[in-house]
Nanobody, 123 residues
Framework: QVQLVESGGGLVQAGDSLRLSCAAS????????MGWFRQAPGKEREFAAA????????YYLEAVKGRFTFARDDAKNTVYLQMNSLRPEGTAVYYC????????????????WGQGTQVTVSS
């Protein structure tokens, strides 16, 4: 069983940056592709970014491409989501998740989920 703990969320202004972290325990971290999803108030959870097992390939939601960067540090069992030029529509709870599949954009492609971290972007 893999446990995931997200951190790094907060209240920022539009245009600011945040770096989210997701620390994993209880499994062999390098076996998993990883994903970040987000859920805004009153909306369904949506895919934001994914990274391959090797870290060599990333994939992003079009709306965040060029502003978000997903990275992993297998030595620390941690992944990071650097979010720059944040926009008010980025306000959401951000979740990290593990996948035994090749990178997936579908919620069903992920096995374990963290509890989420709140990101609020004021205009």
């Amino acid at each position: 069983q893999v446990q995931l703990v997200e951190s790094g969320g907060g209240l920022v202004q539009a245009g600011d940056s945040l770096r989210l972290s997701c620390a994993a325990s209880g499994g062999k971290f390098s076996r998993y592709a990883m994903g970040w999803f987000r859920q805004a108030p009153g909306k369904e959870r949506e895919f934001a970014a994914a990274i391959s097992r090797s870290g060599g390939t990333t994939y992003y939601l079009e709306a965040v491409k060029g502003r978000f960067t997903f990275a992993r540090d297998d030595a620390k069992n941690t992944v990071y989501l650097q979010m720059n030029s944040l926009r008010p529509e980025g306000t959401a709870v951000y979740y990290c998740a593990t996948s035994r599949l090749t990178m997936s954009t579908a919620i069903q492609g992920y096995d374990y989920w963290g509890q989420g971290t709140q990101v609020t972007v004021s205009s």
